[in-house]
């Protein structure tokens, strides 16, 4: 079918033609045009041309979401929020052009490899993640077999990158911003990754267009693991560090928790990151429990993010009404509350594949 | 009932007016002057060496918990402090007045009776130059470190308005 | 492990103010608290000697704009003592209905402030609508938001305006019915009571040697408000309960607080039936015989109280004030030992801190 990958394979055809084209008639280079036009590197134009698509697309799915935030997080607490723009659809390239132009300050003794790298992995892990998951069967940058788990084990490298982070930036507030942020993250794994195991039971493999299509052929598979669907939300919240649990973050004791010392567009990136990682985690909700792309009579990638932004929906809800729960008590909920919810969630799904119902 | 010592013999959890005058003036029958009574106030004028037997006296047999305000004056002819201590069954007021030498400024602390008195004491130590003995904690509060004048002494003046 | 020094202040987004907590952690729990305080000392109490006696009134509203009612209220009184004058009745009750509405107005500050401090926006927003509400009643009755500028020596500066008994009545009404559901938003979340219970346990006797006043101590089992017990202006006529809560943890001061909200309703309604008419100001002398006097008042923190001093000139000798946060703000190691870095906003928050007062 016609996917993105025949789009592409057209526009780098279509680019080559003229190119080469020229060259050949006017300035008579054969051989270079030979190159250009062999397999290897018109399969390499195609991937970059499919992976600009793919990231100028989540990018702007991105924005949408963080535009979906600001508005309605400013309903809920009775108030107009972004003005600039048709409906103040404008305002967070407002944002980027003045975090653009901003002073970045750099404290004097920050390890500056550190400092750099660190930060880096954060963002780039993220940008990663959001280029992975696929909006439809035909809208991908690879069809790739091991599916989800590679999507949660990079989801599980910024941990690391952020307690570096963290020490590099040689402040206390943010040590204790990023030892509270790994510890989370890294207690709140383990639930989703258990999710994740009952998911693959139900659909008899890891990648995601079988997920998706086992979830056609049968129901959604948020009936039968509701257990699951609960835990997973929660877990997805807690990874991408929002309220309540954005205690890493915390203003009212670290400022802006391990992310002080970045400054101007580091800091915007950091932000754009944060949402990368929150769409992916709403992405996956969707394709683990809600049925992906399926739908009728719209495209398949308009149904996906219509799910993608109904669930997000539901975690600015939780936003704006709840408090921030402390550390402790997060990691209890994370160990004792969500850990056995997900275990139970994988009985459930045993006994109803043994009986024959899935 | 918020009384710090029950079951003390002579202790009264809520005296009257006249009931304070009479037991404080019995029983520091020289070193203390009753200036005035109010309705639920009380003025004495003590001696710097009876002050922190008085204070106890108030506060273990007369159930005085409370230490408002301690405040620090400049008479120009001596310093003095000014305690208030209030009584949390009747809501009477006493106020005690001291008077300090200035070659002399010390007088005993009341912190260890009365936490409340804390801040109080180290804001008139650095503001009037007055020692205060046995102050658990006694370092500047709120000028900084460098002021080495004791800014509310009547022989400060401030800029004059030109 | 090796134990940390972090400086919380002077710029925070928890302070409420400007002052540091010096504080040694051992991990996330606290081990010791210091507090720095005296960035905003402007030596209020030597100025007042070189001002006349009603040219002090502008400068006490400006120790705590919050509650800048009691705080003029309170020097207006001393000096009443002090000069020898009696306020006629109308200005009482009038100075009662403006004292009452600032004291509701700072407690919503209070809670919005509380709001940020626990990462909830929602409740700040609400709480400072509610606010802008009471705010807009001020500008009727003083012509001012905040540093209001009201009482005089001898009474009050204006009559109230026509038609500001409904006006307030209808406020009053609105407060007691919809900010109800929005206070629910506290009191029904689990998570906000696991982060307020049992934190910053203040024992009675504690609260009463070490000077905690006014809710706080009320929250720790002592049952003493200055305006029951050692009433002033007309508050022994009102008929208003005093809430005293036992746990003496955040989450009782917090109770105390808003449930002082609705009794301060209460005395406001009743203080508009019984308010005669009459004259609302005296003339008063210019110079003080010589002599000392004091005062005390119930302020939204606690109980606040001004010493005075003549010496028969038409400037006080000495003038010296009391404000509860100074002394509450001795209690801070006191009230951090023992527990986690991140339960020292929900400490602090249920302190309600104002740094104008404490240093002056």
């Given at each position: 079918m016609y996917d993105l990958y025949s789009f592409s394979k057209d526009i780098v055809d279509l680019i080559l033609w003229i190119v080469c084209g020229i060259l050949r008639t006017v300035l008579n280079i054969n051989s270079f045009c030979d190159w250009l036009e062999s397999d290897n590197v018109v399969g390499v134009l195609v991937y970059i041309i499919q992976a600009v698509v793919i990231f100028a697309a989540i990018f702007i799915v991105c924005l949408t979401m963080i535009w979906q935030e600001r508005k309605t997080l400013g309903r809920i607490m009775d108030r107009r929020a972004t003005q600039v723009g048709p409906l103040g659809y404008f305002q967070n390239l407002a944002d980027g052009m003045k975090t653009m132009v901003k002073e970045i300050i750099i404290p004097d003794s920050a390890d500056r490899m550190a400092y750099d790298w660190a930060v880096t992995i954060v963002i780039g892990t993220g940008v990663l993640l959001a280029g992975m998951v696929p909006l439809s069967d035909r809208f991908f940058l690879a069809d790739y077999g091991t599916g989800l788990l590679i999507i949660f084990a990079i989801f599980s490298l910024a941990p690391f990158a952020i307690l570096i982070a963290g020490w590099a930036q040689n402040n206390k507030y943010t040590l204790i911003g990023g030892m509270r942020a790994c510890a989370q993250m890294i207690s709140y794994e383990v639930p989703m990754l258990m999710i994740l195991v009952a998911t693959v039971l139900l659909a008899g493999s890891l990648n995601i267009n079988d997920i998706v299509a086992a979830q056609q052929d049968s129901t959604w598979f948020f009936i039968p693991q509701i257990l699951g669907l609960f835990t997973f939300l929660v877990a997805a919240v807690a990874e991408a560090e929002r309220i309540p649990f954005d205690l890493p973050e915390a203003e009212a004791e670290l400022v802006e928790g391990w992310q002080t010392e970045y400054g101007g567009m580091r800091w915007g990136l950091i932000m754009l990151g944060d949402y990368f990682r929150g769409y992916v985690a709403a992405s996956l909700g969707v394709i683990m429990f809600f049925g992906g792309w399926d739908g009728p009579y719209l495209p398949p990638e308009i149904w996906f993010l219509i799910k993608v932004f109904i669930i997000f929906f539901g975690m600015i809800w939780v936003r704006g009404s709840l408090h921030r729960i402390r550390t402790d008590q997060i990691l209890n909920i994370g160990w004792k509350r969500l850990l056995p919810l997900a275990i139970l969630n994988l009985l459930v799904v045993v006994t109803l594949k043994v009986w024959g119902v899935y | 009932m918020i009384s710090m010592e029950e079951g003390k013999k002579d202790f009264i959890a809520a005296p009257t007016e006249e009931q304070i005058v009479q037991n404080v003036l019995a029983k520091f029958?020289?070193?203390?002057?009753?200036?005035?009574?109010?309705?639920?106030?009380?003025?004495?004028?003590?001696?710097?060496?009876?002050?922190?037997?008085?204070?106890?006296?108030?506060?273990?047999?007369?159930?005085?918990?409370?230490?408002?305000?301690?405040?620090?004056?400049?008479?120009?002819?001596?310093?003095?402090?000014?305690?208030?201590?209030?009584?949390?069954?009747?809501?009477?007021?006493?106020?005690?007045?001291?008077?300090?030498?200035?070659?002399?400024?010390?007088?005993?602390?009341?912190?260890?009776?009365?936490?409340?008195?804390?801040?109080?004491?180290?804001?008139?130590?650095?503001?009037?130059?007055?020692?205060?003995?046995?102050?658990?904690?006694?370092?500047?509060?709120?000028?900084?470190?460098?002021?080495?004048?004791?800014?509310?002494?009547?022989?400060?003046?401030?800029?004059?308005?030109? | 492990m090796a134990e940390m020094t972090v400086f919380l202040g002077p710029q925070h987004p928890f302070g409420h103010g400007l002052w540091t907590i010096k504080a040694t952690l051992d991990g996330e729990v606290i081990t010791d608290a210091d507090p720095i305080i005296g960035y905003l000392h402007r030596g209020w109490e030597k100025e007042c000697e070189s001002r006349l006696f009603p040219q002090i009134i502008p400068m006490s509203s400006r120790l705590c704009y919050g509650s800048s009612l009691t705080w003029e209220h309170l020097y207006a009184k001393t000096a009443e003592e002090l000069l020898g004058v009696e306020v006629p009745e109308r200005a009482k009750y009038l100075r009662v209905i403006a004292i009452e509405l600032c004291r509701i107005q700072s407690h919503l500050m209070w809670l919005a402030a509380l709001g940020t401090d626990l990462g909830n926006l929602t409740v700040f927003l609400y709480a400072m609508r509610e606010r802008e509400l009471l705010l807009d009643l001020m500008v009727k009755l003083c012509g001012q938001r905040m540093t209001t500028n009201y009482p005089r020596i001898g009474g009050v500066r204006n009559d109230a305006p026509e038609n500001y008994e409904r006006d307030v009545l209808r406020v009053l009404k609105h407060l007691e019915t919809k900010h109800k559901e929005q206070i629910d938003l506290n009191d029904n979340s689990s998570i906000f009571l696991s982060r307020m219970q049992d934190i910053g346990v203040v024992s009675k006797a504690e609260a009463c040697n070490m000077g905690l006043v006014g809710p706080s101590m009320r929250a720790s089992g002592v049952d003493f408000d200055v305006r029951r017990d050692d009433p002033y202006e007309v508050y022994d006529q009102f008929d208003y309960e005093v809430p005293v809560r036992k746990e003496g943890d955040a989450y009782a001061r917090y109770s105390v607080r808003i449930e002082e909200m609705y009794q301060s309703a209460e005395i406001i309604r009743q203080a508009f039936k019984q308010m005669p008419e009459g004259p609302y100001r005296v003339k008063v002398p210019r110079a003080a015989p010589v002599g000392s006097h004091v005062a005390r008042v119930e302020d939204p923190r606690g109980e606040s109280l001004m010493w005075i001093v003549g010496d028969g000139g038409r400037t006080p000798y000495r003038l010296k004030v009391r404000s509860p946060n100074f002394v509450t703000l001795s209690l801070t190691k006191k009230l951090l030992l023992g527990y986690r870095l991140a339960d020292l906003p929900a400490i602090m928050g249920s302190i309600d801190v104002c740094m104008g007062e404490t240093d002056r």
């Open positions: - | 029958p020289d070193l203390v002057n009753h200036r005035a009574t109010k309705t639920r106030r009380v003025y004495f004028k003590a001696d710097i060496d009876v002050l922190f037997s008085l204070c106890k006296y108030m506060r273990d047999e007369m159930n005085f918990v409370h230490c408002s305000c301690v405040s620090g004056v400049d008479w120009e002819t001596h310093l003095g402090t000014v305690y208030h201590i209030s009584n949390y069954e009747t809501g009477i007021m006493v106020e005690i007045s001291v008077d300090i030498p200035y070659d002399k400024p010390e007088v005993d602390s009341v912190t260890p009776l009365w936490n409340g008195a804390n801040f109080h004491e180290r804001e008139a130590a650095e503001l009037f130059g007055i020692v205060f003995n046995g102050h658990p904690d006694p370092r500047k509060l709120l000028l900084i470190e460098e002021y080495d004048f004791y800014p509310f002494r009547k022989s400060f003046k401030p800029a004059e308005v030109r | -």
